[in-house]
């Protein structure tokens, strides 16, 4: 049974910063991709960034430049460093998985998926 904890969410004023976390377990962490997504308020579900296996990311334009994906493969968690949040930042973040990427679907592939951790920028 694949499951995946987000944590680190809150609330952050304009220009702030936010680490997300997401602990993984139920599958070897290290050979699979892991993806953070998000979903604002009244919007579909978005992709954020992704890590592969071998440690190559890929942003959406929205993220590059702010946010870092990470992930410790001791601790089977992968993170999101968010940095010069905006207001429009504000959304439920999800982390997934999966082990084959499917760059520009909507769900880059990933098959399992944690609950959220809502983020909320504002002064």
């Known amino acids: 049974q694949v499951q995946l904890v987000e944590s680190g969410g809150g609330l952050v004023q304009p220009g702030g910063s936010l680490r997300l976390s997401c602990a993984a377990s139920?599958?070897?962490?290290?050979?699979?991709?892991m993806g953070w997504f998000r979903q604002a308020p009244g919007k579909e579900r978005e992709f954020v960034g992704i890590?592969?296996?071998?440690?190559?990311?890929t942003y959406a334009d929205s993220a590059k430049g702010r946010f870092t994906i990470s992930r410790d493969n001791t601790k089977n968690t992968v993170y999101l460093q968010m940095n010069s949040l905006k207001p429009e930042d504000t959304a439920v973040y999800y982390c997934?998985?999966?082990?084959?990427?499917?760059?520009?679907?909507?769900?880059?592939?990933?098959?399992?998926w944690g609950e959220g951790t809502l983020v909320t920028v504002s002064s």
């Open positions: 997934a998985t999966g082990m084959s990427v499917v760059p520009g679907s909507w769900d880059y592939g990933m098959d399992y």
């Open positions: 139920g599958r070897t962490f290290s050979s699979y991709a």
């Open positions: 890590i592969r296996s071998g440690g190559r990311t």
